[in-house]
């Protein structure tokens, strides 16, 4: 606990990226109208949930009106209560939404993470970004021992968790499963707005990720 208490305080104090830092504190600071009377927390983001977990979610980072204002991944926005929603209905969660950081949601036998901790403008990191950020990934591998299957939440995500385990990137696509020697990663589109509102990724094509995960981290 120890480890990624220390690596969670690294994290929230990283500055590698100017164009980022800039960028989440300025939202913080011009506010959307619905949250003008919320206090964003404006700083970049750690991963969360169950260190002994044999599931880690990857997504791409965090939105600027979501995890970027509520201080945790996938809180606070629709992709947030996609995700929340069917971890819960698999046993994943505690909880079937994920609004605050304090509303009592616990992972279980799950850890979620990023690509990239800082929000990006228009949800589009740079290539240099990402690579700032990998660094945090791989100390998260080292500590979360147990990891057997990786949920890569689109293809930056796929990307990322296939130089994290060394394996070769292969054709990116909704509910892939591709078996590596040491870890099973499986695809997904991501539960953006820009994916669900146009049919491109359904409830009923979301929900048999998270049975496959189910089954694979048993």
Not at 177 to 194: A, C, G, R, V
Request: hydrophobic letters at 35%; proline letters at 4%.
């Amino acid at each position: 606990m120890k480890q990624i208490e220390l690596l969670n305080k690294k994290i929230t104090s990283c500055k590698k990226c100017p164009r980022l830092s800039v960028y989440i504190k300025d939202v913080a600071k011009n506010k959307v109208r619905r949250f003008k009377e919320e206090k964003y927390y404006g700083k970049p983001l750690s991963g969360f949930g169950d260190i002994n977990a044999k599931l880690l979610i990857i997504g791409l980072a965090p939105a600027a009106h979501g995890g970027n204002r509520t201080g945790r991944m996938f809180t606070g926005d629709s992709s947030g209560d996609w995700l929340a929603k069917a971890m819960y209905k698999h046993g994943f969660a505690s909880i079937p939404t994920s609004q605050s950081i304090d509303d009592g949601l616990v992972l279980k036998n799950a850890y979620i993470t990023a690509a990239v901790r800082c929000a990006p403008p228009h949800n589009k990191p740079l290539k240099e970004e990402i690579q700032s950020c990998f660094e945090y990934l791989e100390t998260e591998k080292e500590i979360l021992k147990n990891i057997t299957t990786v949920l890569c939440l689109g293809k930056i995500a796929y990307d990322v968790a296939c130089k994290l385990y060394q394996t070769r990137s292969e054709n990116f696509g909704h509910n892939k499963l591709f078996q590596y020697d040491k870890i099973k990663i499986l695809t997904s589109y991501h539960p953006s707005k820009q994916n669900t509102q146009t049919g491109r990724l359904t409830w009923s094509q979301w929900i048999t990720v998270f049975q496959r995960a189910k089954m694979l981290t048993c």
